[in-house]
């Protein structure tokens, strides 16, 4: 039996073999074969196995969010079988004697070149797909597996780190749990986890050697502790944890159907961050009051190319009737940073995180804005939706973006197209810059949402990627907890309601702090709800209040 030790992030006991994550290699060997005819019998195989994965894509996609959306794959099914793609690879094969995979590359390469050269901006979008459908066949041809799990039965899934572009990949219904040499505790893929509910372990470094590969493990996501090749006695307690955590979950649920209210009557909202349609089942299921936080991005990462309006509008459309009329806050594109997509070409930087991202991509883009306000503004007529902007420093970017509101509201009218007149308009408050502003910046929106990671991270300069900043990086810094008061006071003070939407709001310790503030809102994963109102359920605000202000408020200090 061997124990390992990282840092838990999403809690959970979890066992089942363990799987390195497999990544499509940038090297492809190329190299002469002899019997040309077999080879492009194993091109055909592979474009074939292509197809049939493209299909089984389409379908998952038509179901989740609609026609539309099955476009895409279906598009690029016709791309695999194209006559003259087909042709050219066939003539690499049979007259160079090239192998396959090599083959695909090059060919990919001239007609990506090709399509690139093109003056329709459409076909030129099409260099993408030939590069992702070819992609698709070389990781066929190679072995490596799209979606980066070929198992017949769920497992353990080990990487040194996960993209979250990699992350909302890959097959959820296959992973049993997650452990990552590298990441961070408020990385996007720790949150992904927690929204998907799948305990996870960061941070073990070189502990997990590659002859792992297969055994079974025991992950437990609330100590960070992980055993592979568990003995009798070490499984029967990890069991036991886990039976005991199901217990309570049978007792959380108790809770379902009763209102987030304190002893004394306060009331809070609980709300639910998500990152796609799909997710809403859980915040159902967990009996989320509404959704504070739709990360719009991840539909970005999920497609090779830029989401068409209608592809987007299906997509929110979609999450918003599914909630049936409960409020869904949608945030507008945030990538930039750690979110990082190809097709957006963008620069390289040396400090993403305070470069180009979020709102500051969409005021520079305004048609990529556009695009997803109109397809927002459409999906409104079908719920009741907030549309909220991340990132915001300053007061004129808020004005800019409302006036790109106002421009797609008056396009859609021209068009007859329906939309709802009573969109929220919020914006995140999670730069410093921002909550300082909040006074001002409260006079031209309807609601603030605090992105404490965010906040955290540049109010202590500490790098939420960086998991070895340690006791650098708190998020209960004193810093960070006197700004929310400080944009609480001011959203009051203009009839503005004020959520929380990062990770700290779900966090227990902090549960009296934000009532006693006056938060309105909090937004949580899925699985935290029910815990979350639990907490709440047994504060009594008037008890709390006056201490936890003092505390939060005193110059004092202890010597
Ligand atoms: C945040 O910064 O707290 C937030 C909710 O946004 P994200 O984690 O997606 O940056
Ligand atoms: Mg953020």
Request: hydrophobic letters at 40%.
């Amino acid at each position: 039996m061997i124990s390992i030790q990282g840092k838990g992030v999403s809690t959970g006991v979890a066992m089942g073999p363990l799987y390195y994550y497999q990544r499509a290699k940038s090297v492809i060997r190329r190299y002469q074969v002899e019997d040309a005819a077999a080879e492009w019998d194993r091109f055909k195989a592979a474009q074939a196995k292509a197809v049939e994965q493209l299909g089984d894509l389409a379908e998952k996609a038509r179901e989740e969010a609609g026609d539309e959306a099955a476009l895409l794959f279906e598009t690029h099914q016709m791309m695999a079988e194209d006559m003259d793609y087909e042709e050219a690879i066939q003539g690499l094969i049979n007259d160079e004697k090239l192998n396959a995979e090599a083959a695909v590359t090059d060919v990919a390469a001239q007609f990506a070149e090709m399509f690139a050269q093109m003056d329709d901006t459409y076909m030129q979008a099409r260099a993408a797909d030939v590069k992702d459908v070819s992609g698709r066949i070389i990781g066929i041809l190679t072995g490596v597996v799209q979606g980066g799990i070929d198992s017949p039965v769920p497992v353990v899934l080990a990487a040194d780190d996960l993209a979250p572009s990699e992350t909302v990949q890959l097959d959820k219904s296959k992973i049993l749990g997650f452990i990552t040499e590298g990441g961070s505790g408020s990385s996007h893929t720790a949150i992904l986890a927690r929204t998907m509910g799948i305990p996870a372990i960061i941070g073990v470094g070189n502990q997990l050697k590659p002859e792992f590969e297969g055994r079974e493990v025991i992950v437990d996501g609330s100590t960070g502790s992980i055993v592979v090749d568990a003995d009798d006695a070490t499984r029967a307690v990890m069991m036991a944890k886990r039976e005991e955590q199901l217990k309570r979950q049978k007792l959380l649920e108790q809770l379902k159907g009763q209102p987030n209210i304190t002893k004394d009557g306060q009331s809070i909202k609980v709300f639910c961050n998500i990152g796609n349609p799909e997710d809403v089942a859980a915040v159902l299921s967990n009996d989320g009051g509404g959704i504070g936080l739709f990360r719009s991005e991840f539909l970005y990462l999920n497609c090779s190319d830029y989401p068409t309006e209608d592809y987007q509008f299906e997509a929110y459309k979609k999450a918003l009737s599914d909630m049936g009329g409960r409020e869904v806050v949608i945030r507008t594109l945030d990538i930039g940073a750690d979110k990082q997509i190809d097709y957006f070409q963008m620069p390289k930087e040396e400090n993403p995180a305070l470069g180009n991202r979020a709102l500051r991509i969409c005021l520079n883009r305004p048609e990529i804005f556009k695009t997803q306000l109109r397809a927002l503004y459409r999906a409104s007529a079908f719920g009741k939706l907030g549309i909220m902007f991340p990132m915001v420093t300053s007061v004129w970017e808020v004005k800019e973006a409302r006036k790109m509101c106002e421009l797609v509201k008056k396009e859609l009218t021209e068009e007859g197209k329906p939309f709802a007149d009573d969109v929220q308009i919020g914006i995140m408050i999670e730069t410093p810059a921002a909550a300082v502003m909040s006074d001002r910046l409260a006079k031209l929106v309807d609601f603030f949402s605090c992105g404490t990671n965010d906040l955290t991270q540049y109010t202590l300069a500490c790098d939420r990627q960086n998991n070895d900043l340690g006791r650098f990086f708190n998020p209960h810094h004193p810093a960070v907890l006197r700004l929310l008061k400080m944009v609480c006071d001011n959203a009051h003070r203009n009839g503005v309601w004020v959520g929380i939407c990062g990770e700290l709001g779900a966090d227990l310790e902090l549960t009296e702090t934000f009532l006693s503030i006056g938060i309105d809102e909090l937004s949580v994963s899925p699985r935290s709800v029910l815990p979350l109102r639990q907490k709440i359920r047994e504060v009594t605000v008037s008890e709390v209040k006056e201490k936890v202000l003092g505390e939060l408020l005193s110059d004092e200090i202890t010597l």
